[in-house]
């Protein structure tokens, strides 16, 4: 269940400068796209619950990377308790190494939109199995 008492203030960063302090849906904004930008278990400052595994993905078949992303994308977001749903509406392949997904995730908030690119191999090498 969603603590809506939880604290949401971070930091209004513009154009990488720390311009004020954000709360609520702006705050949130910023804090579904650090999740998806941060690996998980990378930085000892974050739980085991924090970031994504993408990573995961890397050297794997797109055919496998398209199943797997929708599911790593809800299971990150949803470690966060203000997070009470997410939706991923289009994964398409961009080029021969990244995935493009889009979709939205409801919060305590408000709704926000998601948007990650996802790599999954090196400019130089081709599809691989899993």
Do not use: W
Request: some cysteine; charged content about 25%.
């Amino acid at each position: 269940m969603a603590n809506t008492e939880r604290p949401s203030f971070t930091y209004h960063v513009k154009n990488g400068r720390i311009m004020t302090m954000t709360d609520g849906h702006k705050a949130m904004v910023q804090a579904v796209d650090k999740i998806l930008r941060t690996e998980r278990f990378v930085y000892p400052v974050y739980d085991d619950q924090y970031g994504n595994d993408f990573f995961e993905l890397f050297g794997k078949s797109f055919d496998y990377a398209e199943v797997e992303v929708e599911r790593m994308i809800k299971e990150c977001l949803l470690a966060d308790d203000r997070i009470t749903n997410v939706a991923v509406d289009v994964i398409k392949q961009v080029d021969s190494t990244t995935l493009y997904v889009h979709g939205s995730c409801e919060t305590i908030f408000g709704p926000i939109p998601i948007e990650s690119e996802v790599r999954v191999h090196d400019a130089g090498t081709t599809g691989s199995t899993n």
